[in-house]
């Protein structure tokens, strides 16, 4: 046993109770985002940490080791959201919803946190609402500002919410949107927002729901950089730290399950709408408020994995050769996971320029630009962000001329025709 084994179970990140249950533990993997050059394979070693997920029995919230060292997780961020189209049209009609909704015009302030380029804020200032970005990475924030949105460069937490309540900023919306996951520190994180927000403002916050996560074994969107894993049973408890209530929700399809949960202060006189006590009641049937429900998701995950590696090893001993699409996260961690590497998948295709070229972390398979697949002419092409099946069978069509097919590895391994 070494030293990390016996030493005393890591605490909640939020209440700070000892973890002593395990949700998951996927062995030991590279960080999902760290893609290998050809001299990185040639000269050195590559860096694992145990990728172990737990559960607190106090408070629910599943959580990540932090067996990686801040500075490797923090070091690579330059992710410009406006990349992706999809991306910047759901930003839009979040946009439009929320001026309709809450009456939003130029005496209001709405301010979002990590802000990236102004994706999302900027059709708010097209529509003439004051906005305010805050965003960690100074190059990133450099982008916004151009296109017209004012951003602070700040990590945002309570320290940072009350050096802006200073100079006077007092908000009407605050969007949180796929941030709440990645703070590794999320009491400080969310108490900020009790200081930011107007006495009647509103916070929306979006993130992939934990009850969809363990339904459908999506244990490929647990990795070291996404420090927790939300359901409203664990996210009500944080607000409540912070004299904060949620009143309302929607589901939407984001990230194979997504929950946009709107909060404001306690005393506010926002009421509570019924899909927010319908919520509460299927997470409280489904047994969240309590730690058996998460003690069955170990073995769907090894369900997964074998469906997987049954076709795989079916395909392979008929010969077909095999690809996958999409070098993300959730593609590595999938594949570490599976103990998959450049024996059984000859590519993985990506569009994005900085990953081709490279290898993927730990399965080390290499990444070629989508345009080569009629080179390469895969038998099958494995989706590995099953979430966007739709948009990639569009993209991939192609592979139907010499009689290629999709594959979904969901918790049914599924091949689909193009
Ligand atoms: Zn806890």
Not at 67 to 73: D, F, K, L, R, T
Request: glycine content about 6%; overall charge negative; some cysteine.
């Amino acid at each position: 046993m070494n030293a990390a084994a016996a030493a005393s179970p890591p605490v909640c990140r939020f209440c700070g109770t000892p973890l002593t249950t395990t949700f998951v533990d996927l062995g030991e993997t590279p960080l999902a985002n760290a893609y290998l050059t050809t001299e990185d394979v040639a000269t050195g070693r590559e860096r694992r940490y145990p990728l172990r997920a737990r559960v607190c029995g106090e408070c629910f919230l599943v959580q990540v080791d932090d067996s990686a060292p801040p500075e490797a997780i923090f070091s690579d961020y330059a992710y410009f959201s406006s990349v992706s189209a999809s991306w910047v049209e759901h930003a839009r009609r979040y946009a439009e919803a929320m001026i309709a909704r809450f009456g939003l015009g130029a005496k209001s302030l709405v301010v979002e946190i990590a802000s990236n380029d102004g994706y999302l804020l900027q059709h708010f200032v097209a529509a003439g609402v004051p906005a305010l970005g805050v965003e960690p990475a100074a190059n990133v924030a450099q982008a916004a500002i151009a296109k017209g949105v004012p951003t602070e460069v700040a990590f945002f937490n309570r320290a940072a919410a009350e050096r802006l309540a200073q100079r006077g900023v007092s908000a009407d919306l605050v969007a949180a949107n796929n941030v709440l996951a990645h703070v590794p520190d999320i009491r400080d994180f969310v108490a900020g927002f009790g200081v930011l927000l107007a006495p009647e403002g509103v916070a929306t916050f979006e993130f992939p729901h934990l009850l969809n996560l363990i339904r459908e074994a999506q244990f490929d969107t647990i990795y070291h950089e996404h420090f927790a894993y939300l359901s409203l049973v664990a996210v009500e408890r944080i607000f409540a730290a912070s004299a904060l209530r949620a009143f309302d929700v929607e589901e939407l399809a984001t990230h194979g399950g997504s929950l946009r949960l709107y909060a404001c202060r306690v005393e506010a006189a926002h009421r509570e709408s019924a899909q927010l006590a319908n919520l509460r009641a299927r997470e409280r049937e489904a047994g969240l408020a309590a730690l058996d429900a998460y003690s069955g998701f170990a073995p769907r995950v090894e369900a997964r994995k074998r469906s997987f590696l049954a076709f795989l090893a079916e395909a392979r001993a008929a010969g077909e050769r095999i690809a996958a699409y999409g070098a993300a996260a959730k593609g590595a961690t999938f594949l570490n996971v599976c103990g998959v590497g450049a024996s059984d998948l000859v590519c993985v295709f990506d569009r994005s320029p900085a990953k081709q070229g490279k290898l993927m972390p730990g399965s080390r398979i290499p990444i070629l630009a989508p345009e080569t697949i009629a080179e390469i002419r895969p038998d099958y092409l494995v989706v590995l962000p099953w979430n966007l099946i739709d948009e990639v069978r569009a993209e991939m069509a192609v592979i139907g001329e010499w009689g290629g097919r999709f594959v979904v590895a969901a918790r049914e391994t599924r091949v689909i025709a193009p």
